[in-house]
C-alpha cells in the first residue's frame, strides 16, 4: 500500500498496490504493521456498509466528539464518491481546512480520517456503495456535525445536491466563535 500525506496532518489517502493476472486482481486493504508506521495504533471495532441510489445525493458532514471521537478508514467498492473531510480538532494548524478525494470502485482509494475530523461525501454515479471502519462504536450522544455548504468551509461539491437528509440539512453553520473538538 502506499501512504500519501495530505496537507491535513494525520490524514492520508492510501493506494492499494493490486495484483492481476488473468483470474482477475488481489489488493490488500490493511495490514497492522503498516498502518503502524504512519502511528496508527488503535483496533478497528466497526465495519459500516453504505449505498446511496441517487448521484448527487449528499452524506454528512458527521464527527463524534470524545470520548467516542473515532477513526475512519474509508474505500468504494462500488460507483464513485467526492469524499471530504474537515479537520475540526481545536488548536490545529490546519483547523477548518479540507481536502477531496474522489474514491472509486476502479481506484480503489481509501482515505484515513483521523479523530477530530468531520466527513461527507457527494454520490458521483447511482448505486455508490461505500465501507466504513471506524475504531469507536456508534454514539448517537456524541454524535455532531456540520452544515455541507457552510460558508466559512467554502466546499465546491462537484454536483447540484439532488438529495440529502433532514438530519444533515438541520446541522448547524459554523459561527466564527466555533472553536472545535478537544482531543484528550
Not at 456498509?49 to 467516542?68: A, D, F, I
Request: proline residues 5%; hydrophobic residues 35%; negative net charge.
Amino acid at each position: 500500500m502506499i501512504f500519501r500525506e495530505t496537507r491535513l496532518a494525520g490524514a492520508y489517502i492510501i493506494e492499494p498496490e493490486p495484483f492481476s493476472d488473468q483470474r482477475g486482481l488481489f489488493a490488500r486493504t490493511f495490514c497492522r504493521r503498516e498502518f503502524e508506521e504512519i502511528g496508527h495504533h488503535k483496533e478497528f471495532v466497526q465495519f459500516n456498509h453504505s449505498l446511496t441510489r441517487q448521484k448527487g445525493t449528499l452524506r454528512g458532514l458527521h464527527y463524534q466528539r470524545p470520548p467516542h471521537a473515532e477513526i475512519k478508514l474509508i474505500r468504494c467498492i462500488r460507483g464513485a464518491a467526492y469524499d471530504v473531510i474537515v479537520d475540526i480538532r481545536r488548536g490545529s494548524r490546519t483547523f477548518l481546512g479540507h481536502i477531496s478525494v474522489q474514491l472509486t470502485e476502479q481506484n480503489m482509494k481509501m482515505i484515513y480520517v483521523p479523530e477530530g475530523f468531520a466527513h461527507g461525501f457527494q454520490a458521483l454515479e447511482s448505486g455508490t456503495e461505500l465501507i466504513y471502519h471506524h475504531t469507536a462504536y456508534y454514539a448517537p450522544d456524541s454524535e455532531g456535525g456540520i452544515r455541507y455548504d457552510d460558508p466559512l468551509l467554502g466546499i465546491e461539491w462537484p454536483l447540484p445536491v439532488q438529495e440529502i437528509s433532514l438530519k444533515d440539512q438541520g446541522y448547524p453553520y459554523l459561527e466564527s466563535h466555533f472553536s472545535g473538538v478537544l482531543l484528550s
